[in-house]
């Protein structure tokens, strides 16, 4: 929290300011019940119009300057409320852009999203509301007991007993209600994702089925949320009826005490007027207590949530000695690398070694899990090995900065994302200076230009929510074309062409060869890996083997087995006879 | 470049008919109908306690007068007993007053998403082709959200503030219509005052919703593209992009922000001048002997009462309207066409021994063209049929037909000879398992996903189920095993493994037919290879639908179907197709061949 509130430090003199203004409206507030004192005493029980006028006079202008002064806060707070939930919101868009793969799979993208607009707006209003009525309720009711004591004692003395009473049990309740709001919103989080589920998984749920499965699994949450919340919201209720049964309570005692005070002439009607005027600011001041708590705990929640990610260590920065020689050939070197996902304890990646040559062509075959794409994401240093080295041109690609490495790179992930806009924004995606005949010639060989020019608008057609459905083989395509027009020095496709008809796939695979880079392909068809010139065969993490077809086909029997699953006895005997 | 998807869920548009807030009123009042008692005792209860919260002042203005002018002490106590009743029942009230309107409110909320949720499987598939699953999801979450809170506590404030208002001006009225007309003086200033300000107020949260609405897709997109992101080294222009919106939204904000800090001071300036106004007048009055003293005390008290409710009011009324659009965009769901109704006599099929047959069916979805086209095929029990052809013929429609997810425009399904429309949904689907294209899993543990497919099977069943698909090997290698707890966004475990779940949950179901949709393509072919032994063993003496591209998978199959442009161009076995170099024969060299050379 402290350290989410740093932020605030360049703000100070605002905040001052600010506070001052608050301060006017709260000497005012205070100041007025004393002036009805005086009205009452000097000016109605004496019968005398004039010090009515002055004083009322005086209430007047007051009041207008308090006004005045509520106005200017108003100004300043907003002010200073935005600037601070800017600068938060930067930092942490900031922050989130530095952190590494590990980190994202650390925090769900919806949290993300939360944290850096619901909580920095609870933040942003906790700051606005201090310097406007944070501090001056407590003020209020500290001062306003002084203030009443100061115009009668023995009058004032209940309050001494009522306020701290109230306010403790005020604090009380709130923390109480607190909890439970807490397992609450527990509950409504799972109602809702049962909802969510029930939505994306409606299909399913139909071909089997499971409707009351559902329903029942659903009823129950749906149950427990309801009386959970009805007990909380009743808890709460609970407090104003309360607050404001003690307070009245208190008024009655002091008029009771003034009646007998003015008969024994003690104390004026004007004090008694006072003191009971500084007990109804009171308790309005006390209900703005309870709004006040419930955004300051709020806020306590958001701000520990955004300082965990200002506060994230992070990794993978680039070291102060970078190799800054550009990437040229993009040969590849693996020496002994062991991989395993930060916070898990399977090793997906066991002493892999291997050695790429510039502009050659591999294929990764495996099993599912075997880590095929595991081992293509360490070399744009999406993770770093565990041990081992990468190379790159022969150069440690811990040693090379990360934008420059990954310019070099040009890689098709198997889960492919597109944004919302353009075909042509999505193909020349970070460039700025394609020409129109490189994007072309890059779909051209990725083998999408046709179906763009399909579409009525082109290279224009919207895609994503508002745009075209784009099929999963359309997208793959496109996808390739956004790593073919930046000429990458080393293309890695991860299970890119799964989608592709083989027709196709044999045209794209063709149209890559007029690039000259070292490409690495993840695929699962034996078809595909047949046009590599190598073939790196993985088993549970480690390397099995690696050379051409021909080679794997005479040596290893994994596979043999996998050619024959693909192609059929007949499949070898043809590529024996051929070969 | 990057675009935020267009969101309508910020703004919200208050412009609606008188009519169709009535008539959705209507539909809230279906909800409320049968707590008829429980609301009467609320309503009862928030007209005691706004009565009460003007007699006590009442009362105290009266008690100056007498004991305190008049210096009377007759019935003293009995007044301060009388305050203290008034103010005991004004808490007790008030409390009771919510805690009802608490309990029936939440109800209320509760039986709305029960019948919302009944209400999704009850609607076609079609409905949710139509719509992305997040709009609605987030759609119905806020909506319903925001119903809860205005029904717990604005219809109370919106009655209460009313009859407040009302009962304070007519006392004033009785005591000195003089002095009312003074204090109400206020009213047009508040009035004017109020508009100007939420005029402005209401532009620039409009502003500032948007802006947000903006930034929200923004970081979504971002985040979810995050790894392209930095596969592209886009990270500074992302930035530079977000400082831009950020900065937009802090503009709005201000203002907005600014403006609505007024409301507080001004009905505090006015509430202080309203006080002024009555305690000058009031005196002059008083002096004249118009008025009593104790007159003043209530007039002050009174027109602090209902300078509140006033500025309450307008607030409440909003947020009231908003829940009111959120209620109809709730029922609007709620209103669609259900699924086809089973019609009135259908049976439930007891045993299914899987003759499957399509006579002359074609269908389209939506009337201009024609997914399938006059398809004609029978299948006898324990077949395994694949159905083969390029995107975009009809696989998928086939076996959507069959499950009855839509009924053709003509022609019948029979299974064992019988029209499917005229067995229940749920008997019919009872018979089938699927391994769809999208191996959906639910939260919940490994084991429970498993057992999904039939949900009375034993714990040795799921585990027996798991070894035939061959995901024992890798659930047990998992940390907790079968209570492996898997996440709503599927982290976790790998594409393949929930591929071979989802086989899984399909062998312990135990079907009579079988239907693979391109289940087997996500799949690694070493695995694929085991799946293939497996799903042998559970295709005997079963009939088996499979949508497959490899063509390798589909040689093995008892009887091909090729598909082209929506009708059945061939069907026959592997060798008597290639014999009769179609269309099958011509896909599958296009492949073979290649993959030979």
Do not use: C, H, W
């Given at each position: 929290m402290r350290y989410v509130l740093s932020y605030l430090k360049s703000y100070r003199k605002w905040m001052i300011i600010a506070w001052m203004l608050m301060l006017i409206e709260l000497f005012v507030e205070l100041w007025h019940p004393l002036l009805m004192e005086k009205i009452i005493d000097n000016g109605v029980m004496k019968n005398d119009l004039h010090v009515i006028w002055k004083w009322g006079a005086v209430m007047v202008a007051t009041s207008l300057l308090a006004f005045l002064s509520g106005i200017a806060n108003s100004f300043v707070a907003a002010y200073v409320g935005q600037q601070y939930g800017f600068a938060l919101r930067n930092a942490l868009f900031q922050k989130v852009q530095s952190f590494s793969l590990f980190h994202f799979s650390q925090f769900p993208t919806a949290s993300l999203i939360t944290r850096m607009t619901n909580d920095v707006s609870q933040m942003q209003n906790m700051v606005f509301m201090s310097l406007r009525v944070m501090l001056r309720a407590p003020l209020l009711i500290i001062f306003g007991v002084v203030m009443a004591l100061f115009v009668h004692v023995k009058l004032a003395l209940i309050l001494l007993i009522v306020v701290p009473a109230s306010l403790a049990f005020l604090l009380f309740m709130m923390n109480k209600a607190a909890q439970f709001f807490t397992k609450v919103q527990h509950i409504l989080d799972r109602v809702n994702s049962i909802m969510g589920e029930n939505i994306a998984g409606i299909r399913l749920i139909k071909a089997w089925g499971r409707s009351l499965y559902e329903k029942t699994r659903f009823t129950e949450t749906n149950q427990a949320l309801m009386t959970r919340t009805v007990t909380v919201l009743r808890l709460i209720e609970t407090i104003t009826p309360v607050l404001l049964l003690v307070m009245n309570m208190a008024i009655v005692i002091i008029l009771l005490i003034g009646r007998v005070e003015i008969h024994t002439g003690s104390a004026t009607a004007g004090e008694v007027v006072a003191v009971i005027n500084y007990t109804t600011r009171m308790t309005a001041a006390l209900s703005i207590f309870t709004f006040v708590t419930t955004a300051f705990s709020r806020a306590k929640a958001s701000g520990q949530r955004i300082a965990n990610i200002l506060t994230a260590p992070v990794d993978m920065l680039d070291k102060d000695?970078?190799?800054?020689?550009?990437?040229?050939?993009g040969s590849i070197q693996f020496e002994n690398v062991s991989f395993r996902y930060p916070?898990?304890?399977?090793?997906?990646?066991?002493?892999i070694s291997f050695s790429i040559g510039a502009h050659e062509t591999v294929a990764i075959l495996g099993e599912t899990g075997s880590g095929k794409s595991s081992l293509l994401q360490l070399i744009p240093r999406l993770y770093d090995a565990m041990d081992g080295t990468i190379k790159v041109d022969g150069i440690d690609?811990?040693?090379?900065r990360q934008e420059r490495l990954r310019t070099a790179i040009g890689f098709v992930p198997q889960d492919i994302l597109l944004f919302s806009g353009t075909i042509r924004d999505n193909i020349c995606?970070?460039?700025?200076?394609?020409?129109e005949e490189e994007m072309i010639q890059a779909a051209k060989n990725a083998q999408i230009h046709n179906t763009i020019m399909s579409?009525?608008?082109?290279?224009d057609t919207m895609v994503g929510q508002k745009g075209v459905t784009l099929s999963g083989g359309q997208k793959q395509r496109i996808s390739i074309a956004r790593a073919l027009v930046r000429h990458p020095k080393i293309l890695l496709l991860d299970?890119?062409?799964?989608?592709?008809?083989v027709q196709t796939e044999a045209q794209l695979l063709q149209a890559l060869k007029s690039y000259s880079c070292t490409t690495l392909i993840v695929t699962q068809k034996i078809s595909t890996a047949m046009e590599a010139d190598t073939i790196i065969l993985l088993k549970d993490g480690k390397l099995l083997a690696h050379g051409t077809h021909e080679y794997l086909l005479r040596t290893n029997e994994l596979y043999s087995k996998l050619v024959e699953s693909q192609l059929g006895k007949k499949g070898i005997s043809d590529v024996k006879s051929t070969t | 470049m990057l675009r935020a998807p267009h969101r309508m869920m910020g703004v919200k548009e208050n412009k609606r008919s008188v009519k169709e807030n009535a008539q959705t009123l209507r539909r809230i009042w279906g909800f409320l109908e049968h707590q008829k008692g429980r609301l009467a005792v609320v309503i009862v209860m928030v007209m005691i306690s706004s009565g009460l919260s003007l007699l006590g002042p009442y009362i105290v203005g009266r008690a100056v007068d007498t004991y305190?002018?008049?210096?009377r002490t007759d019935g003293f106590w009995m007044v301060v007993v009388a305050l203290l009743l008034i103010y005991l029942a004004l808490s007790l009230s008030s409390f009771l007053q919510s805690y009802w309107m608490i309990g029936i409110a939440q109800k209320t909320i509760y039986a709305i998403r029960t019948e919302l949720f009944g209400q999704f499987h009850q609607l076609p598939i079609s409905f949710f082709n139509q719509r992305q699953s997040g709009e609605l999801m987030s759609r119905l979450t806020n909506d319903i959200d925001n119903m809860s809170q205005t029904f717990n506590s604005t219809v109370i404030q919106v009655i209460s503030s009313t009859l407040t208002l009302i009962g304070a001006v007519v006392v004033m009225l009785l005591l000195s219509p003089l002095l009312t007309a003074v204090t109400l003086l206020i009213v047009p200033i508040m009035y004017g005052s109020m508009k100007w300000i939420t005029n402005r107020t209401q532009m620039r949260f409009k502003e500032q919703q948007r802006n947000l609405g903006e930034l929200n897709g923004f970081i979504e997109e971002v985040i979810s593209g995050q790894k392209v992101v930095k596969l592209f080294s886009q990270e500074k222009k992302m930035i530079a992009q977000f400082l831009e919106k950020s900065e937009q939204l802090k503009q709005s904000g201000f203002w907005a922000q600014t403006y609505s800090g007024f409301i507080p001071k001004l009905m505090n300036v006015l509430n202080n001048m309203s006080f002024a106004l009555i305690a000058g007048v009031g005196g002059i009055f008083a002096f004249k002997g118009m008025i009593s003293i104790g007159t003043i005390v209530i007039f002050s008290e009174y027109a602090r009462q209902f300078t509140r409710p006033l500025n309450d009011l307008a607030n409440q009324w909003n947020t009231f309207l908003s829940a009111l659009a959120g209620a109809e965009r709730v029922f609007e769901i709620i209103d669609q066409d259900k699924e086809?109704?089973?019609?009135?006599?259908t049976i439930d099929l007891?045993?299914?021994r899987g003759n499957v047959e399509f006579r002359n069916v074609s269908f389209s979805y939506d009337q201009k063209?024609?997914?399938?086209?006059n398809v004609n095929f029978s299948v006898t029990e324990g077949e395994t049929v694949a159905l083969v052809g390029?995107?975009?013929?009809?696989k998928t429609t086939i076996i959507q037909l069959l499950m009855r997810f839509y009924d053709p425009d003509h022609g019948q399904i029979l299974i064992d000879g019988i029209?499917?429309?005229?067995?229940?949904r749920s008997s019919l689907r009872s018979h089938m398992a699927f391994v769809l294209q999208d191996p959906f899993l639910f939260q919940g543990t490994i084991r429970e996903n498993i057992r999904y497919g039939r949900l009375e099977a034993t714990d040795e069943e799921v585990v027996e189920a798991a070894k035939w698909a061959n995901a024992h090997s890798f659930i047990t290698k998992l940390?907790?095993?079968?209570?492996?707890v898997l996440q709503p966004d599927g982290s976790g475990i790998s594409q393949g493994q929930k591929q071979l779940l989802a086989i899984a949950r399909a062998m312990i179901a135990k079907p009579s037919i079988l239907v693979l949709d391109e289940?087997?393509?996500?799949?690694?072919t070493m695995t694929e290879l085991m799946i293939q032994e497996a799903l042998e063993r559970l295709m005997e003496k079963r009939t088996c639908f499979v949508i497959a591209h490899r063509l390798n998978t589909i040689q093995q199959a008892d009887r091909i179907l090729v598909l082209r442009e929506g009708t059945v161009v061939e069907q026959g076995t592997h060798d008597s197709l290639l014999k009769e170099k179609g269309f099958y024969s011509e896909l599958y060299y296009r492949q073979f061949k290649k993959d030979a050379i």
């Open positions: 000695k970078r190799d800054e020689q550009p990437i040229e050939a916070e898990t304890d399977v090793d997906v990646l066991r002493d690609i811990r040693q090379i995606f970070g460039m700025d200076n394609v020409t579409f009525p608008e082109g290279y299970d890119s062409t799964s989608a592709l008809d | 305190i002018i008049a210096k086809e109704d089973d019609e009135a006599e007891p045993a299914v063209r024609k997914a399938i086209q390029p995107t975009g013929v009809g029209d499917t429309r005229r067995v229940k940390p907790k095993g079968y209570d492996t289940a087997t393509s996500n799949i690694d």
